[in-house]
């Protein structure tokens, strides 16, 4: 994958890694978690909040919420 990317030349290539792991990491302790944001939050190390700020990020149709 980053090979891939370096080739493109990106310009935020760590904004892009940053969401490819949040695509699979928060939908997996959710998951694990029963649902349980706060649980997740604290699994991942982050505050709640932010946590939901993610997950927007990764379904900004709001189904998420």
């Known amino acids: 994958w980053i090979d891939q ?5 990106p310009e935020d290539l760590y904004a892009q890694a940053i969401r490819m792991l ?8 959710l998951s694990r978690t029963g649902q349980n944001r706060t649980a997740a939050a ?10 939901r700020s993610r ?11």
Do not use: V
């Open 5 to 9: 990317q370096l080739l493109r030349q």
């Open 22 to 29: 949040d695509s699979l990491l928060l939908p997996e302790i």
């Open 42 to 51: 604290r699994i991942l190390g982050m505050d709640r909040t932010t946590l």
């Open 55 to 65: 997950l927007r990020e990764l379904d900004p149709m709001g189904e998420a919420d």
